[in-house]
């Protein structure tokens, strides 16, 4: 459908593969060893450390009430320009819609709200169009016909980024615009109609972008306090701050094991097994897709009930209260799978993204580009690949740790963590052999 999402392998890295694997299992082992030793209270998200604001020129500008409405309307002009090329575009490659939707929109929301937070509520246009007719009706946007159901959680969300994975990795002539159209206008009527039914909370609930923008979010550096002021902050404290809710444990692990299918949806095994089935390729895709997402939710319900039983925790509340450690494994996974796709593909959608309608014209005056490497090997985009996703079950270690520390008795908060330190090392291990397929 587009470019190779990664084009590191592991005859590509400077050391061999086993080497690779055994270092990123004694990381998370060493690592472990001295959380336990050295970490021995709760440290992350207790809201003690003192706030370190950004500069005064920086807050007036943030704090100013135009600001919030210049991006509304960035993100309404930018959704304008790209159904344009969507409905009036010709159906071929050399249209950008579907590089827009799978590349700069998709994999772009990571590094965004990684820097600057959840970005997505702001530039949403469903969200700013619910928000202008609310206010031309003078209702309050808030309110909808009905409340929203008490426990309704994240499993909106999680089923609509579901939906968009299958749409991505499986369904049929996906990068076509008759069918990236069709699941948008689906995606725009169920949005829509829940947030006249249930108010603009139904976007943080429902919207799987703003979910997943706000959750990568809780990772950027800074953050909008209550008071309006935005400090710089403790990247793991916004990641530890995130409490359980219903659908929260099915969200992030969608997110983790649709990533992993990806990478097994690329190695040559896979490959030849759909192509020798009788099984039709989107039955088998879809079969496949969901097989990874629940082995990856198995493991983890697993893992976690273990460490609540091994720890002394609250029957029922350990999956729940450490879903928020899967979150920088997730986005690990997804800076390794996706990072070329971003670099090269992005550079060949924004060429395109001149000329929606591939008249000739060069509106943005971005047609002359080429795209370039920017100075990346095979070499150093697999060893990249290797420290993220190392770095993220890191992470998501100290997080875990953390946490832990407060479920778990003090007695027995290491010994409870053993099965966490297992699925972490289990984690490691297949993504791992997943992205180096071949």
């Known amino acids: 459908m587009l470019l190779a999402h990664g084009i590191g392998g592991r005859q590509d890295l400077p050391i061999p593969f086993a080497a690779a694997l055994i270092g990123a299992i004694l990381a998370l082992l060493v690592s472990f060893a001295a959380l336990g030793a050295l970490w021995t209270e709760p440290r992350l998200g207790t809201g003690v450390r003192h706030p370190r604001p950004l ?5 007036r500008v943030v704090s100013a009430r135009a600001w919030p409405w210049f991006w509304r309307a960035a993100g309404l002009v930018a959704a304008a320009y790209f159904c344009v090329g969507l409905l009036f575009g010709p159906d071929r490659v050399e249209n950008p819609t579907a ?6 929109f998709w994999v772009g929301l990571v590094p965004l709200s990684l820097l600057f937070g959840p970005v997505w509520p702001v530039l949403n246009p469903l969200r700013t169009l619910h928000l202008l007719a609310c206010r031309a009706l003078r209702r309050d946007p808030g309110t909808g016909l009905r409340p929203l159901p008490q426990g309704v959680g994240h499993w909106p969300a999680a089923g609509g980024l579901l939906a968009f994975v299958w749409l991505e990795l499986v369904a049929p002539e996906r990068a076509t615009l008759p069918v990236i159209g069709a699941w ?23 919207d799987a972008f703003e979910v997943y923008s706000t959750l990568v979010g809780r990772l950027a550096p800074v953050v909008r306090g209550p008071d309006g002021v935005v400090t710089w902050r403790n990247s793991l404290d916004g990641m530890a701050g995130l409490r359980p809710a219903p659908g929260l444990t099915v969200l992030v692990v969608v997110l983790l094991g649709s990533t992993m299918y990806d990478s097994l949806s ?18 088998m895709g879809t079969a496949g897709l969901l097989v990874v997402i629940g082995l990856v939710l198995a493991a983890y319900r697993g893992a976690t009930s273990l460490a609540g039983r091994w720890g002394a925790a609250e029957p029922g509340t350990t999956a729940d209260e450490l879903a928020h450690a899967v979150v920088p494994i997730a986005v690990g996974y997804v800076v390794a ?21 591939v008249t000739g014209a060069d509106w943005l005056g971005t047609a002359g580009w080429t795209v370039q490497a920017a100075g990346t ?17 890191v992470l998501g270690t100290v997080l875990a740790h953390d946490r832990a520390l407060a479920l778990f ?11 966490l330190l297992v ?16």
């Open 55 to 59: 500069p005064s020129p920086v807050q």
């Open 99 to 104: 590089g827009v939707f799978y590349v700069l």
């Open 184 to 206: 948008l206008a689906a995606y725009v009527v169920f949005m829509l109609g829940g947030a006249v039914l249930f108010g603009s909370r139904w976007f943080g609930h429902a």
């Open 266 to 283: 690329n190695a040559p095994v896979w490959v030849r097994f759909v192509q020798e089935s009788p099984v039709p390729a989107p039955v």
């Open 423 to 438: 699925l972490m090392v289990a984690y490691t291990v297949v993504g791992l052999l997943l992205l180096f397929a071949g």
């Open 377 to 393: 090997s095979p070499a150093g985009i697999a060893m990249l690949q290797v420290t993220v996703i190392v770095v993220g079950h």
């Open 409 to 419: 008795p003090r007695r027995t908060a290491v010994v409870g963590q053993i099965p």
């Open 337 to 357: 799978h996706y990072y070329t796709l971003l670099l090269l593909e992005g550079q060949r959608t924004l060429a395109l993204l001149s000329d929606p309608l």
